[in-house]
């Protein structure tokens, strides 16, 4: 690596937020290896943990984080408090960007295809001038045109530059692409509104929720900011809690997650929408709008009453007014749509109902804001990138330059991008990881994964993200920007002198000068670039745009959706993107495949989801494997029983069924894009994810799916509680402490001393959404192994906190599923203690159940007494393969074979605190100490505090009306709280 | 009485002695092969870890702990035939309690392995034990299972004593017969036993003194053994009836095992004249109270959980009959409890291929009580959530094949090594000579 990557003088920059350790500027040069210890800069302090904040970039949500390094070495992310987008907080997919980082299947060095078909490595300077040369030549042959690059959603320095860098070569093929890129959604705010734009949500103020199949607790635009809303929304307040219903033809966990599920057909929500429309119109229950605008309305949706949309949609007439009656009460509703769920050949005409139905309540400006809007609306459409295969296909393109996109995956089959790529002379990725697109690459120039990167993204209007690499490249990789601009300087004199900048950081830097004259002139620019890089970007109120009902609207023709596939294709495909995997990019992340998915508990695989009396009646079982067969394409599944199912529809996660992306993604399932109709939606140009029909038939084969989790009925056992509204507001009258203390029967054994601390947690159920934040940093901040997908079915996974989930006696539409984080509850009386042979677990002055690895002989008599069952075992010596070990965290102890673990309420971080309290001569303070799972999750459900202080949060809420311990008659005494979730009673 | 002389006894049981014949190095070597299976599955566990077993969340014990406690119970008649019959006078012992003794000590010594076995790292067995370690450690005396170390090690001490000091008259006889190393060897166990008037008094002593010691430990071992469980907050281990329940247990599956042992010894050796049908009827009508007593403790454990009104310790109980292990737990229910009522039939009693049979079954009967006990009520805890199954792999039926060797191993150098019939007390049971000492 040259001196001129300046890149690598990140350590001169400040990098400091959160627990803010400075790092002070200074000259030393880094070192060139990454074995920090072997001549430690003396910034670095050993022991002594480094932040830098930067921005999430797995899915365009764009959250802020901050990164935790050790010694040179990133070891955990956490959400960046100060950034508007994520408050703090981050999802498992955020949370497993370092197994991207440290990915063992990660591209080390440039790739040459050589004439045998197989990559050859070769240098970057080899790398570089075949690059250089081709584009060269493709200049000179004034074929310039034919080069296009296609890249995600990149809104900032990066994106600039790879405009202008393919403008000074001559092209204008520039693609941003997005799998889930939200065009019917641009389409109908275009059409109603006249803006081409998408708006802000605004959940969190929202009494009534009504989604339209938009999973925003998964992966719809910002799941984790629509969290952190939902949980506002839910929480308790003057005898109300917001209601959220959910419409879509599959229980999701967003749709488990609302007061109602309303199961309809696929495709036919519109209807629903316009007769809730025409319902509140026609009783007069929107009486902002207009009266001219109101006649106009009432006669596009006179068609629609309630009988006709029953009719159509399999939604009870009463329960369409009923649905009217509420949406329009509610000051202020929400409606929100555009998901894949209701992606349909009819996708844009539902958003273009939906957006009239927030216009006929007024909800428009008030939850519906237009301003900030998202970036999102700067991709490319599904159409943009038919055009650019079709292109490929007629041999227009010489050069195709695809940085971090895979097309090949996900596009649908039919697309026909596998044989546009073959007909394209020179395929360049610039990808991190050997995906599915990049092993057909004929040239691999390995990008930096984007902790590794300068760079900045703007998710929203106003906010401007800025990234900085947090560590020393782990493998010799190149930063896109830095390959550019070197190749800039090489291609010709004239492109040299347009591209000036050494490396992509100062191009970056001076970008935001821009933004700095933009935004705070008065400051000087190394403060206010000092200033951004410490709290990960800088932010700006945006103003919202008021909206005026475009005429476009009234043109609007309403059509039933058409589906692809005959009578023979009795089933509707829904495929759905994986709350963990997203477009599939997830899969090559260990931790991610782990996680069990919230709503089937299915870990390391795919699946068909079918509904138990569809399943029946063609005679399939659970693990059948079934051929699915569309127009497009056919593919094989296990099936996988699931009653949240519209009865004639089957659903299948995107995300896994790779054939290439790594050891951990490759082999398993299938991939539903292969089924799926190539034929974009007419109106906005959007991939019709949902209308494609399949038949179905049994192979005969069985595989095993494996799910976590014994039974997910409680048996009456009062595990996971909720309270009704009613009950709420009574016990809330009586005020804080109205929760009785828990009984405390006589113990032969006295009470534990607690001297300085007790610590203690407190987990709202009704803020849970069950996402598996939690989960995915707990197992980042404690080294926790992934032990696969065998192992976890003989019962060995080792997750230290699990969401468990109980489904309770399933009343129609009324999804009442409870998520319930389980961790060990250090107990005041601890069972597994008083069992334990050599005190390897012990109760400590602070109110710890401490497990004492060393002393530990593994009877594993504690984990048979303990009535959660919450201890691991270590059934295996388990090993991380090179490079995942460095995301190791040095204050946490990698257990061996034999010996019990469990969760520690993360001491490490109880030590840290304790120690700087006691440097500075003080006592730790409220809110210093948080364990991982309460630092991510987005809905703020786990609270952790000291118990001793009266007037800690943790405090406060062990007294709520609403708390209550697990298993509370066993008499464990346990220190976490549980607080029960509010149920409502909808019609 | 037994009408014979005490050289004829001297003779008959002495037989047993002899050099062995093809047939038991045949048997021999399998047992070994067996042995060295197990062993070789065990070091495999060793370099692998844990996870070779079927163990898993939330079944944290398996086949080992169960086979523990079914040897531990074992171990229960040989001292309850040695001492307590001893004590009460019942002179029906005499010709079996040596064999039962030997498989107390047997058991014991095979029922000791499996905490070592089942430890995550056995390398580290030796913390259990109770000696200040690091400086300051010390064990948690709270812990059922350092009671456990005290109880089978007090056990294993007191009962190896008592089978040592009952052998020394029998030795000395031995070592008059043998010649070359044998001889030395006796000549050493048999401690320089002269039979003198002296010698006779203090043995006697000594012997009713050790039973004496030996008889509270039947109680109290097996006691300390069921508090593993009854001292846990598991639905279906946590009950206090756990005590009297897996003595009456033990006693049950010791007899059953007796029986399993001596039919085909005296059988083999010869031993019909001191081992009559009588003494053989005597255990089985033993083995009718213990199955009453079983019967009566399966249906109490079953009464307590429904009138307790616990759902949990009646879920627990309603999976034992119709879960994942309800076959298990069917057949310790017919074998414990009604295959021991055949036994009031004279018929069946009083004939040795019963006899045997049905001892075969009361063995796997009882194997499948601990299996059920610690399994079923393990695998369908508290929170449904965290259920599972466990199913034994490989590695611990191998395992458990070569414990069994084991013990067997031990059995057969038994028979060779020491008189499997006690010569003395048999000799107690026989017409004294005639005064002046001349032998007819």
Known sequence: MSQRINRRNFLKILGVGGAATALVSCSAEPPETLIPYLIPPEEIIPG??????????????????????????????????????????????????????????????????????????????????????????????????????????????????????????????????????????????????????????????????????????????????????????????????GTAIYVGPRLSLTAANTDQWVRIKPGTELYLVMGLIHVILKERLAPSIPQKEAKQLKALVKAYDPEAVAAVTEVPAGKVFRLARMFARARPGLAIGGGVAAASRNATATLVAINLLNYVTGNVGRTVRFGPNANLAKLATYRDMLSLVKAMDKGEVQA???????????????????????????????????????????????????????????????????????????????????????????????????????????????????????????????????????????????????????????????????????????????????????DGRGANRPWLQELPDPVTEIVWDSWLEIHPEAAKRMGIGDGDVIAVTSPHGALELPAHL????????????????????????????????????????????????????????????????????????????????????????????????AGREAHRPKQIYPPHDHPKHRWGMSIDLNACVGCNACVAACYAENNIPVVGKERVAEGRIMSWIRITRFVEAQQPNRPDIRFLPMLCQHCDAAPCESVCPVYATIHTPEGLNAQVYNRCVGVRYCSNNCPYKVRRFNWFQYAW??????????????????????????????????????????????????????????????????????????????????????????????????????????? | MIQLSYSQVNRDLLKTMEPPGKVYYVILALDLAVLAWGFYAWTYQLRTGLGVTGLNSPVGWGVYIATFVFWVGIAHSGTLISAILFLFRCRWRNPIYRTAEAMTVFAVMTAALYPIIHLGRPWRFYWLLPYQQRGHFWINFRSPLIMDVFAVATYFIVSAAFFFTGLVPDLAVVRDKAVGWRRKFYTFLAQGWEGTDREWRHY????????????????????????????????????????????????????????????????????????????????????????????????????????????????????????????AFWIMAVANSVVPLLFTVKKIRMSVPWLFGLSLVINVGMWCERFVIIIASLAHDYIPFAWGLYKPSWVELSVLAGTFAWFFLWFLLFVKFLPVVSITEVKELVEPPLKGGVDP
Request: proline share 6%.
């Open chain 2, 204 to 327: 006697s002593s000594a012997y009713l003194l050790l039973a004496a010691l030996a008889t509270p430990l039947v109680i109290s071992v097996h006691s300390i053994v069921s508090w593993d469980f009854a001292l846990t907050i598991v639905p279906g281990w946590h009950s206090t009836i756990f005590a009297p329940y897996f003595v009456a247990g033990a006693i049950h599956s010791g007899l059953a095992m007796v029986l399993t042992i001596l039919i085909p010894l005296r059988r083999i050796f010869r031993l019909e004249t001191y081992i009559t049908p009588a003494h053989l009827e005597n255990l089985a009508k033993l083995l009718i109270l213990t199955g009453l007593i079983m019967g009566y403790s399966y249906g109490t454990e079953f009464f307590i959980s429904w009138y307790g009104g616990n759902i949990f310790e009646q879920a627990t109980f309603r999976y034992r009959i119709v879960g994942d292990y309800a076959l």
């Open chain 1, 400 to 582: 195709l330059l695809l940085y971090g996109v895979n097309p090949l995956f996900t596009l649908p089959e039919a697309a026909g991008f596998r044989a546009a790529l073959k007909k394209t002379p020179f395929v360049v990725s610039f990808a991190p990881f050997m995906d599915e697109t990049t092993a057909e690459a004929n040239l691999i120039l390995p990008d930096h994964t984007p902790l590794e990167s300068w760079g900045d993204y703007s998710p929203w209007e106003g906010v401007h993200g800025l990234m900085q690499p947090v560590m020393q490249p782990v493998f010799k990789t190149k930063a896109v920007g830095d390959l550019l601009l070197s190749v800039a300087k090489r291609v010709d004199d004239r492109m040299a002198k347009e591209f000036p900048w050494p490396t992509f950081y100062e191009y970056a830097r001076d970008r935001w000068g821009e933004l700095h004259r933009r935004l705070a002139p008065m400051k000087e620019f190394e403060a206010f670039w000092e200033e951004a890089l410490r709290s990960g970007g800088i932010w700006k109120e945006a103003r919202a745009t008021p909206v005026r009902l475009s005429p476009e609207v009234f043109q609007m023709a309403f059509e039933p959706p058409e589906l692809d596939g005959g009578a023979a294709e009795a089933f509707h495909l829904l495929p759905f993107p994986s709350l963990v995997h997203y």
């Open chain 1, 642 to 737: 699931h009653d949240g199912l519209h009865l004639d529809t089957v659903a299948i996660p995107i995300g896994q069924g790779h054939w290439a992306y790594g050891r951990y993604a490759g082999g398993r399932g299938a991939n539903p894009l292969v089924l799926l109709s190539p034929d974009p939606e007419e109106v906005s140009g959007g991939l019709a994810w949902s209308a494609t029909k399949v038949s179905l038939r049994k192979t005969g084969r069985r595989h095993h799916l494996v799910t976590v989790g014994g039974s997910s009925q409680q048996f009456g056992r009062g595990i996971a509680q909720t309270i009704s509204l009613a009950e709420m507001t009574e016990l809330a009258k009586d005020g804080e402490g």
């Open chain 1, 881 to 987: 393969p090179e490079p995942l070990n460095w995301q190791l965290n040095p204050d946490v102890t990698v257990r061996t074979v034999g010996i019990m673990e469990k969760c520690t309420f993360c001491v490490q971080r109880i030590r840290e605190a304790e120690d700087r309290a006691k440097d500075e001569g003080r006592v730790v303070r409220e809110g210093e100490v948080t364990p991982a799972c309460a630092q991510a999750c987005p809905a703020r459900a786990i609270v952790f505090g000291d118990l001793k202080d009266p007037r800690s949060e943790v405090s406060k809420l062990s007294r709520d009306s609403r708390r209550y311990q697990v298993l509370e008659e066993l008499n464990t005494q346990p220190a976490v709280t549980y607080l029960k979730k509010i149920r409502q009673a909808l019609e």
């Open chain 1, 48 to 241: 002594v943990a480094t932040w830098y904040a930067t921005v999430c970039r797995e899915c365009p949500a764009g959250c802020g984080m901050l990164v935790r390094t050790r010694e040179g070495r990133a070891v955990k992310v956490e959400g960046n408090p100060s950034h508007p987008v994520n408050r703090g907080r981050l999802c498992a997919r955020g949370q497993a960007s370092l197994q991207g980082l440290y990915n063992p299947d990660r591209i080390r060095q440039p790739l040459l295809r050589g004439d045998s078909g197989q990559f050859q490595s070769i240098s970057w300077e080899e790398a570089e001038r075949l690059l250089v040369e081709r584009l060269a030549d493709l200049r000179r042959q004034g074929k310039a045109k034919g080069i296009a690059c296609v890249t995600p959603l990149l809104s900032g320095s990066l994106d600039h530059l790879i405009g202008t860098w393919l403008a000074a070569l001559g092209s204008k093929r520039r693609l941003t692409y997005e799998a889930f890129a939200y065009e019917p959604l641009k389409a109908a705010n275009r059409i109603v509104f006249g803006l081409d734009v998408i708006p802000s949500y605004d959940i969190g103020a929202a009494e009534l929720l009504l989604s339209f199949g938009a999973d925003f607790l998964e992966t719809w635009i910002s799941p984790v900011a629509y969290t952190s809303a939902f949980a506002t929304m839910r929480a308790y307040r003057d005898g109300r809690v």
